[in-house]
C-alpha cells in the first residue's frame, strides 16, 4: 500500500463543455478564482462567476488553525456532491455539478470545492419571501411550491436520509408562473440510526417551519403537513410530531 502525503482529488463533469474545461479543470485554479461573494463563513464561502453565457457557484471549504477538528471530519464538497447526486435519482430537481475534489495531507482534509451551475429564474425562498410579496401572496402559485417541498421532503425522509440543514435559503424556487423546486447545499445530510432518525426529521421539518410561522397562516402550514403526509386529516401521532416540530430549536 502506498502513502500519499498529499493528494489531491478533482473530478469535472465528463460532458464539461469547452468553457468549464478551461475554467474548472485544475483543482489549484478553482482557490485562485475571484467573484461576486455570495456568502462567507469561517469554514466555507461562496462565490459566483460568469462564464461565457453561464454563471457558477463555487463553494470552497478551507481548515483553519482554529477549526482543525474539521480535518478529522468528513470531505464536505464530496458528501455534498453525493448528496446532490442521491436527491437527482429520486427525482427531486438539483443544479448540476459542474466540479468537486478535495486535498487531503496526511490523511486529514485541508480544503476543497463544489462547483454548480446556476438555474436561471430561481431565488432561495428566504430571499422570495422577503421580496416578492406578489408571489406568496399568490394563492395558486404558493400552494403549488409548498407542495413540491412537502413531496420532495417526504420523499427522502421514507427513503431513510434527513437533509440536516433543510431551510429557506437551500431550497431553490423559479419565479415563473409555474414554479419548479430545487434542492441545494446539502452537506450534512444521510442516513441516520433507526433510533436518532425522528429527531432529524424533527430537526428537517422545524427548518421549514420556523420561518413560515411569521410568512404563512397557520392553515397554510397545516396543509404543508398534510401534504407531506399525503393525508387529508391528522392523527394522533401528526398532532404529536407537530407540538414537536413547533417547539424545536433549530
Given amino acids: ?18 468553457t468549464e474545461r478551461e475554467l474548472l479543470s485544475d483543482f489549484n485554479r478553482v482557490f485562485e478564482m475571484s467573484g461576486q461573494l455570495i456568502s462567507s463563513g469561517r469554514f466555507c464561502h461562496t462565490i459566483k462567476v460568469a462564464a461565457g453565457n453561464h454563471h457558477y457557484y463555487i463553494k470552497r471549504y478551507q ?9 478529522l471530519g468528513r470531505s464536505r464538497p464530496m458528501v455534498e456532491a453525493r448528496n446532490i447526486t442521491y436527491f437527482a435519482r429520486l427525482g427531486i430537481p438539483v443544479p448540476q455539478i459542474a466540479g468537486y475534489g478535495r486535498q487531503r495531507i496526511l490523511g486529514l482534509f485541508i480544503r476543497g470545492a463544489i462547483v454548480t ?12 419571501f422577503r421580496t416578492r410579496a406578489d408571489l406568496w401572496k399568490n394563492r395558486p402559485w404558493l400552494f403549488q411550491a ?50 436518532r432518525r425522528r429527531h432529524f426529521v424533527i430537526k428537517d421539518l422545524a427548518g421549514l417551519d420556523r420561518p413560515a410561522a411569521e410568512y404563512l397562516s ?17 392523527t394522533q401521532e401528526d398532532k404529536a410530531l407537530i407540538a414537536r416540530v413547533t417547539t424545536s430549536e433549530v
Avoid at 500500500?1 to 469547452?18: K, P, Y
Avoid at 481548515?63 to 480535518?71: D, E, I, N, P, S
Wanted: proline letters at 3%; charged letters at 25%.
Fill in 1 to 18: 500500500m502506498t502513502f500519499v502525503v498529499n493528494s489531491v482529488q478533482w473530478i469535472l463533469r465528463s460532458d464539461a463543455n469547452a
Fill in 63 to 71: 481548515v483553519r488553525v482554529k477549526l482543525l477538528r474539521k480535518a
Fill in 117 to 128: 451551475e446556476e438555474i436561471p429564474q430561481t431565488v432561495d425562498l428566504q430571499t422570495l
Fill in 146 to 195: 409548498l407542495r413540491l417541498i412537502a413531496n420532495y421532503v417526504r420523499r427522502i425522509h421514507e427513503d431513510g436520509f434527513t437533509h440536516g440543514d433543510l431551510k429557506w435559503r437551500n431550497i431553490l424556487v423559479t419565479t415563473t408562473d409555474a414554479p419548479c423546486v430545487f434542492f441545494i447545499d446539502c452537506p450534512n445530510g444521510g442516513r441516520k440510526s433507526f433510533f
Fill in 218 to 234: 397557520r392553515t397554510t402550514r397545516l396543509r404543508f403537513y398534510l401534504w407531506y403526509r399525503n393525508q387529508t386529516r391528522l
